[in-house]
């Protein structure tokens, strides 16, 4: 448990963001807009990839958004569920959760950094240096914005977000008046093996429903943690679903041609409905919620190598907020700096990588929940999972279940370096231990 009540700021330099422009930040990491996943429709077939988006949130968001409430409620401390995964299981398992998850999200950072180089891409042609540039500048201005802190990322993400949904609704709406085809017909993709309908499909709606735990990173740099943030959760899970099945649904109904659905498909089916302006329109849009999503991700990763090097884990120079900003400069630069490096790899062999480190920080933070109900039952919790032992078991094993189909019908190369990755956790730990000089100010699990 920690030593320093959960509810007291600690890091009194830092700045806030309000409700509003936390969920705009939440919504960017969490969902970021209908697009990228565009694929389900032609693996699983309509009807399904509809239930998908419809019901996977209910199975499998909502047990971690409600996991991540009632951490959040009892420990609003930064580094969130590093910090949790610490205090419910020591050191050992702590520094893995951290360590894991900030390595992993290098993988995932420079992923988006490649697909707006790739953005880019589709309108003049690139050499192969030329998108690595690209995909470094984008970095780089987003490591600038997180430098400048949470109050600009927040308020920029706010505008930047509402924004991108006005062509998003526009299409919505068009596209239902243009209305000829049920979206829901055929159920299934007949063309496809089950473990293609079932696996893959299902694997890739879990993986745009996932993430609702990530921002309790930032837990201390939002006013009001105990209420803002279980209230940002109930406001971010139904507007993803909203935002993701009208528009994949409206396009459906105009067009009919299902199996032409592809990864992006959804900016072509703009110019379809609407034509070539709707079309541009669509494929800004689709940039600017890349753009907030790397800017999210950005945000929340940079703050576990800042709490990890407050407990001893790394240098105490990542521990060091700027003067004026009140952000970790160092750890926000170091970060960045790794992902441009990591930005000459493919977009598909970044995210099959990351997969695995994220599922695994995702499956400690549930652990995380159950331990410290029953080793702290009087750490006080303004939230609760409701449910008593019935609604513990719920909200822990049904995601754990579901991430495990997910890895199991993932792409065979991430069978293979996923674990790898997972397994420089305990080598990193052994070197790192070794070395590990306790800050004084440290939070003791």
Known sequence: MFSQPATAPRHRELQHITLAPFVAVLYAYCAGGPFGFEAMVSTSGPGLSLIFILVVPLLFSVPIALATAEMATAMPVEGGF??????????FWGFHCGWWNWTGTF????????????????????????????????????????????????NLTLVLLLLALVPVAIFTAQGFAHARFNPFHPFLASDKSWRETFGVGLALALWIYS?????????????????????????????????????????????????????GYIVQAARQVSGARMETAMFAAAAVCTFVLLESTVLAATRLPFAMAEDGYFHSALARLHPRFGTPIRAIVLSVLICAVLAVFSLTQLIAIYAWLRVATSVMTLLSLWRLRRTT?????????????????????LPIL????????????????GPICLALGPLAYFFISRRKIRHPAERQP
């Open 377 to 397: 039952p009087n750490l006080p919790r303004r939230f609760l999972v409701p449910g008593g032992r019935f609604g513990m078991a719920t909200v822990v094993l």
């Open 82 to 91: 590093y910090r949790w995964t610490r205090a419910a299981f020591g050191d």
């Open 211 to 263: 993430g609702y735990e990530q921002l309790s990173t930032v837990s201390e740099e939002i006013e009001q943690p105990e209420r803002n943030f279980p209230l940002g959760l109930a406001l971010v899970v139904p507007l993803a679903v909203i935002t993701f099945f009208l528009p994949i649904a409206a396009g459906l109904a105009a067009l009919g041609n299902w199996q032409a659905w592809d990864t």
């Open 107 to 154: 993988f995932m950072s420079a992923a988006y950094g490649v697909l707006m180089a790739d953005y880019i891409g589709e309108l003049l042609p690139l050499t192969r240096t030329e998108h690595w540039l690209i995909a470094a500048a984008f970095l780089a201005s987003v490591g600038y914005l997180n430098i400048r802190g949470i109050r600009l990322v927040g």
């Open 402 to 417: 579901f991430f495990a189909w997910a890895l199991l019908n993932s792409d065979p190369q991430s069978r293979l370096w």
